[in-house]
Structures are given as structure tokens and as C-alpha cells.
């Protein structure tokens, strides 16, 4: 007798009751710039569909995220010149233009979940996500510095906030510093297991964030490294933190799954600038479905043990799936 998987995936159907994965709107969270002014769309080349937006048109996007099913935004402030300094020192004005967008968007969407970045990359004049000093990015001077910027996306209303630096210790920082400040509801997405990735190219562009020189490998890690991936898992997670996050995602999608399997923690993973770039640039060339692959890239996130993921093509994967 011939043992026949197939029969498996005879029809629709049966294939649908078979399915492992699953992909739906409420796993996305959709990245966004923001950006000065009102009625400002400026369109970042490449990351085509996407652009830095001022507050305003901002709101618009979540809303029609919102209502599309996505439950969150994760936001980045793309900083003129002028507010950018050698210590980030706009990261911790509370009037700042994160704080504004933050106000601005739980005002209009109060159940929107807005998740912020922790670095110091938009507001350092050095481009890096730590504080320079002597020549090397100093753990110890920028840690504070995070804490100060979370308590202030804190107190703008931000549900979850997400160090994206690389910091040692910055996680079990933050918690203490939230507590103090009574925002013991306010959840840290960690991104645990941040790789130097050529795929941050475009975003980079985005926010004209490049580092001015060297670059981020004294912080973040060897594409070549699962242990140490394990390690900062272990780590993240005895600090206090509610979310574990693998970056990039596809490319590391067996890191992902290994975090899955070591922590008891949700997993986001994070669709990068360069893996939407990829995606679009083939699809604009009608080298592949563009629809297809994007839905795919997704669904195996998913199955890798993704829980969440942050996708600039959250929109359209929402209408897809609708
Ligand atoms: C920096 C940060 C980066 C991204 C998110 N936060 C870039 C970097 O580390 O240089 C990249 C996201 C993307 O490429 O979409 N704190």
C-alpha cells in the first residue's frame, strides 16, 4: 500500500482542518515614522508604501490599522538635525515629538496599543544607540539615559515600551524606573535578540539614523550566534520582561524558534526594512506575487513560534486576510 499525504490536501477544506499556523491581523503590529509638521506624508524610497508622516496624518494610518484589526503601533521620531546631540538629550523631553505623536494617538484610538522605541539612534548626532565616549558606545553612562526616555513615553501614555538598544541591563533598569514612577502596567517588549543586520539599511534611511561612524557590532550581535541568543533570553527575561523580541525575522527564523522553545515569554519578531524592501523590490519587478509572498513570509514567522510580529506591511497583510 502506497502511503499517500496527499489525500491530505485534497481540497480546501480538508486542508484548512489540517492547518498547523495561523495568521491573522491581531499578530501584527504596524511600525511607523513620524515626523514635524502637519499634513506631511514624505515618502522614504526605499520602503516603497511607507513614509515618514507628521502627527496628523499619522493618526489616520492607525486608525485605518485599527479598524483593519491590528491592534498596535510601534513608533520611531525621524528628528531634524538641530535636536540631535552627542548624549540624545531630546529622547527625554516630554514634549518632544514622540511624546506628541503618543498623546495624539491615544487621544483618537484610546484602545490602539502604542508600543515606543528605547534607544538613543533618532536623537544621537553620533547615530548610535548608546552614548559615545573616548570612541566606544559606554553601556553604563547610556543605561540611565533609557530608563529617563521610558519614564517619559510612560508618562505620555505609551502601553509598552521597547528597548531596541542592546544595552546590558537596560531591561531590569527600566522596570525599576516604571515602578518608581507608578507605571507598573506599562509592559517592556525587549528586544532580546538583536542581530548587526545589513537589513536595517533602509530604515536607517528613514530616519537618517546611519551611525556617523563604525558601527553596531560592540552591541549588537554575530548573525553567526545562537547560544549567545539563549543567553540574552535567560538574561531578559530574569530582568522583568514582558515580551521577547528576534530581530530580524526571517533570516533568523531558527533563532526564533529556539527562543519559542527555551522561554515561556511571548515572542515578537520583527519583519525588518530590509526583508519589506526585498519583498517589494521583487514584486515591483514582477519577479514574484507580491501578495503571495508577503502573506508567506508572515505565516512562517508564525510557524517558526512567532507570536507577534512587527510588520510595515501590516496594512496590507490585514485587507489580505480580511
Ligand atoms: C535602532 C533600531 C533599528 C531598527 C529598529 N530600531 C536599526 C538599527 O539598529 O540600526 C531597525 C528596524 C528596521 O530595519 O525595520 N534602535
Same mark, same amino acid.
Given at each position: 500500500?502506497?502511503?499517500?499525504?496527499?489525500?491530505?490536501? /485534497?481540497?480546501?477544506?480538508?486542508?484548512?482542518?489540517?492547518?498547523?499556523?495561523?495568521?491573522?491581523?491581531?499578530?501584527?503590529?504596524?511600525?511607523?515614522?513620524?515626523?514635524?509638521?502637519?499634513?506631511?506624508?514624505?515618502?522614504?524610497?526605499?520602503?516603497?508604501?511607507?513614509?515618514?508622516?507628521?502627527?496628523?496624518?499619522?493618526?489616520?494610518?492607525?486608525?485605518?490599522?485599527?479598524?483593519?484589526?491590528?491592534?498596535?503601533?510601534?513608533?520611531?521620531?525621524?528628528?531634524?538635525?538641530?535636536?540631535?546631540?552627542?548624549?540624545?538629550?531630546?529622547?527625554?523631553?516630554?514634549?518632544?515629538?514622540?511624546?506628541?505623536?503618543?498623546?495624539?494617538?491615544?487621544?483618537?484610538?484610546?484602545?490602539?496599543?502604542?508600543?515606543?522605541?528605547?534607544?538613543?539612534?533618532?536623537?544621537?548626532?553620533?547615530?548610535?544607540?548608546?552614548?559615545?565616549?573616548?570612541?566606544?558606545?559606554?553601556?553604563?553612562?547610556?543605561?540611565?539615559?533609557?530608563?529617563?526616555?521610558?519614564?517619559?513615553?510612560?508618562?505620555?501614555?505609551?502601553?509598552?515600551?521597547?528597548?531596541?538598544?542592546?544595552?546590558?541591563?537596560?531591561?531590569?533598569?527600566?522596570?525599576?524606573?516604571?515602578?518608581?514612577?507608578?507605571?507598573?502596567?506599562?509592559?517592556?517588549?525587549?528586544?532580546?535578540?538583536?542581530?548587526?543586520?545589513?537589513?536595517?539599511?533602509?530604515?536607517?534611511?528613514?530616519?537618517?539614523?546611519?551611525?556617523?561612524?563604525?558601527?553596531?557590532?560592540?552591541?549588537?550581535?554575530?548573525?553567526?550566534?545562537?547560544?549567545?541568543?539563549?543567553?540574552?533570553?535567560?538574561?531578559?527575561?530574569?530582568?522583568?520582561?514582558?515580551?521577547?523580541?528576534?530581530?530580524?525575522? /526571517?533570516?533568523?527564523?531558527?533563532?526564533?524558534?529556539?527562543?519559542?522553545?527555551?522561554?515561556?515569554?511571548?515572542?515578537?519578531?520583527?519583519?525588518?526594512?530590509?526583508?519589506?524592501?526585498?519583498?517589494?523590490?521583487?514584486?515591483?519587478?514582477?519577479?514574484?506575487?507580491?501578495?503571495?509572498?508577503?502573506?508567506?513570509?508572515?505565516?512562517?514567522?508564525?510557524?517558526?513560534?512567532?507570536?507577534?510580529?512587527?510588520?510595515?506591511?501590516?496594512?496590507?497583510?490585514?485587507?489580505?486576510?480580511?
Amino acid at each position: 500500500m502506497l502511503v499517500r499525504p496527499r489525500r491530505n490536501r /485534497l481540497n480546501a477544506q480538508i486542508r484548512g482542518l489540517v492547518r498547523e499556523a495561523t495568521l491573522s491581523p491581531h499578530h501584527l503590529i504596524l511600525p511607523m515614522f513620524v515626523q514635524d509638521g502637519e499634513g506631511k506624508r514624505t515618502p522614504i524610497t526605499s520602503m516603497p508604501g511607507q513614509a515618514r508622516l507628521s502627527i496628523d496624518m499619522l493618526v489616520e494610518t492607525a486608525q485605518q490599522a485599527f479598524a483593519l484589526g491590528v491592534p498596535g503601533v510601534a513608533l520611531f521620531p525621524a528628528l531634524t538635525d538641530e535636536l540631535k546631540d552627542s548624549r540624545g538629550a531630546e529622547s527625554t523631553n516630554s514634549v518632544g515629538l514622540l511624546p506628541r505623536a503618543v498623546r495624539a494617538l491615544k487621544a483618537a484610538v484610546p484602545d490602539l496599543l502604542v508600543i515606543t522605541d528605547v534607544a538613543l539612534d533618532p536623537y544621537s548626532s553620533d547615530g548610535h544607540d548608546g552614548v559615545l565616549v573616548n570612541g566606544h558606545i559606554d553601556n553604563d553612562v547610556t543605561v540611565p539615559i533609557l530608563a529617563e526616555m521610558a519614564v517619559a513615553q510612560a508618562r505620555a501614555g505609551a502601553d509598552i515600551v521597547a528597548p531596541s538598544d542592546m544595552m546590558d541591563g537596560r531591561v531590569a533598569a527600566i522596570r525599576t524606573a516604571l515602578d518608581a514612577s507608578g507605571f507598573t502596567n506599562v509592559g517592556i517588549c525587549s528586544y532580546c535578540v538583536k542581530y548587526a543586520s545589513a537589513f536595517y539599511g533602509p530604515f536607517r534611511e528613514a530616519l537618517d539614523s546611519a551611525p556617523r561612524g563604525g558601527d553596531k557590532k560592540t552591541y549588537q550581535m554575530d548573525p553567526a550566534n545562537m547560544r549567545e541568543a539563549l543567553r540574552e533570553v535567560r538574561l531578559d527575561e530574569a530582568e522583568g520582561a514582558d515580551w521577547l523580541m528576534v530581530k530580524p525575522g /526571517l533570516p533568523y527564523a531558527d533563532v526564533i524558534r529556539q527562543v519559542r522553545d527555551l522561554t515561556a515569554l511571548p515572542v515578537a519578531t520583527y519583519q525588518v526594512s530590509g526583508e519589506y524592501a526585498m519583498l517589494k523590490a521583487a514584486g515591483q519587478n514582477g519577479w514574484l506575487d507580491y501578495d503571495y509572498a508577503l502573506l508567506e513570509t508572515l505565516l512562517c514567522l508564525r510557524r517558526a513560534g512567532a507570536d507577534i510580529i512587527f510588520t510595515y506591511a501590516a496594512i496590507e497583510a490585514a485587507k489580505l486576510l480580511g
